[in-house]
């Protein structure tokens, strides 16, 4: 009987810190106004240099607004004005230099600058039109409205 007393308050607290628990993926490192991000089971609020990036994190960015992201790999994401997208998973362990990456551009433009994970062929961005697996390198994907150069 005394065990129930434990886990209820123990699980009442871990149900509390959900948001607290999140995963930080990387740290946005330039942001040109408007732009936002969601973080799970968090409100949407202005990205901001220095800003830690989470996993299943949306970023939208308006029409002036652009954000670069550094993530634990390295590697970058550069997003244009008008782009919504998520970083649906993020995994590295960097003592064994593994891991996977998916994202999810619903509209824009985003140019990614390959880390680690590309090395090994473990990034994946999709679009509604397309899934982009990248192999190190850098790429440019457009899904939706004007191109950006």
């Known amino acids: 009987m005394r065990g129930k007393f434990i886990i209820v308050p123990l699980a009442a607290a871990l149900i509390a810190a959900g948001p607290a628990l999140a995963q930080q ?4 490192t330039a942001v040109n106004p408007v732009s936002e991000s969601t973080p799970p ?5 202005k990205l901001t240099v220095g800003a830690r990036v989470m996993h299943n994190e949306r970023i939208h960015t308006s029409p002036s607004g652009s954000a670069q992201l ?3 790999d390295k590697s970058t ?3 244009a004005p ?5 970083i649906d998973e993020f995994v590295y362990d960097p003592a064994a230099n593994r891991g996977h990456m998916l994202t ?4 824009g433009t985003l140019q990614y600058i390959g880390g680690q994970l590309s090395h ?4 994946t961005i999709n679009t509604p039109a397309v899934a982009v697996g ?10 939706g409205g004007r191109r950006v150069p």
């Open 70 to 72: 550094l993530f634990l």
């Open 134 to 143: 990248i192999r190190g390198g850098t790429v440019t994907i457009s899904h």
């Open 25 to 28: 993926v990387g740290t946005a």
């Open 41 to 45: 089971g968090g409100a949407t609020d």
């Open 82 to 86: 008008n782009t919504n997208l998520v």
């Open 104 to 107: 999810r551009l619903a509209q």
């Open 77 to 79: 994401l550069s997003i």
């Open 120 to 123: 090994q062929g473990a990034v």
